[in-house]
Each structure stands twice: as structure tokens, then as C-alpha cells.
């Protein structure tokens, strides 16, 4: 199996994950960590933001429509957001906001391989951005016999 992961500094901020696994590519952009703009959402740990979106052609079967987000992209977020909570050492970072961006340029054959490679580049674009972690988040997929 062949990776490229390429990670590049935006701005002060924002890191990029690029991850090409076999038939699949994902971006990644973490922002952050910077001050919560409502007050109403004080917390003595930090918030994890997760926004996912798919590019048009990013399904090889057909063109999605170009639409707010789908409730298939708004669970696959939480679970992703779930995922990255428990590595994260969210408590270091009180009263603040981390935010990832995360777009799939080009599906896998499986949802299974593109969400393990969208968890593998979240967990590398938290590590690059320097964030405090028990470790590195690794996304795999499991296959029946």
C-alpha cells in the first residue's frame, strides 16, 4: 500500500492534511485553538468542531448536488468528533474552540476505507497543528470472512 501525506502551514493557525491511499483523497484544516466567541459556551475543557463536506465529484458512481450538509456527512462528523475527543487532551485548552475542516476530494471504494482515511488525517492534522494528545489517531477498517 502506497500514502502520500503532505502537510503544509497556511497561516499561523492552519494545518493541512493531505492523504492520497490507493483511491481515496482527503484535506484536512485545523484551526486553532482560539477563544470561544459566545460566552453561553463556557466550558473548562475546550470544544472540538468537526465540518466535513464532500467535493461534487467526489463519488465515483455519480455528481453529488451541491446542497448544505447531509445528515450521512453530519454523522460521520460525530463520529469522527468522537473519535478525536477521547486522543485530544481537551482540558489544556479551557475556554477555547479547535475547529476541523475536512474535505473528501475523492471517495474510497468503501465507506469504511474513507472514513478510516478521514480519522487517519484528522489524527495527523491535530498532531502537526502541535495540539496536546495521549496519541496518534489511526483510522482502520475491519473485513469479514
Known amino acids: 500500500m502506497e500514502a502520500l501525506m503532505l502537510s503544509t502551514t497556511v497561516q499561523k493557525v492552519i494545518f493541512?492534511?493531505?492523504l492520497g491511499l490507493?483511491?481515496?483523497e482527503v484535506m484536512v484544516a485545523c484551526i486553532g485553538p482560539k477563544d470561544?466567541?459566545?460566552?453561553?459556551?463556557?466550558?473548562?475543557s475546550g470544544l472540538l468542531k468537526i465540518e466535513l463536506s464532500y467535493c461534487a465529484f467526489a463519488s465515483r458512481a455519480s455528481r453529488r448536488?451541491?446542497?448544505?450538509?447531509?445528515?450521512e456527512?453530519?454523522?460521520?462528523a460525530q463520529i469522527i468528533e468522537e473519535a478525536l475527543k477521547s486522543v485530544i487532551l481537551l482540558k489544556r485548552y479551557p475556554k477555547s474552540q479547535i475547529d476541523m475542516r475536512v474535505q473528501v476530494i475523492c471517495e474510497g471504494l468503501a465507506e469504511t476505507t474513507t472514513m478510516a482515511a478521514i480519522v487517519t488525517a484528522c489524527?495527523?492534522?491535530?498532531a502537526d497543528a502541535g495540539l496536546d494528545m495521549y496519541g496518534v489517531v489511526i483510522g482502520g477498517m475491519g473485513q469479514r470472512n
Open 65 to 71: 448536488a451541491p446542497s448544505k450538509t447531509t445528515e
Open 36 to 44: 470561544l466567541a459566545k460566552r453561553e459556551d463556557f466550558s473548562l
Open 123 to 126: 489524527g495527523l492534522a491535530a
Open 22 to 24: 490507493h483511491f481515496f
Open 73 to 76: 456527512e453530519k454523522e460521520q
Open 16 to 18: 493541512r492534511k493531505y
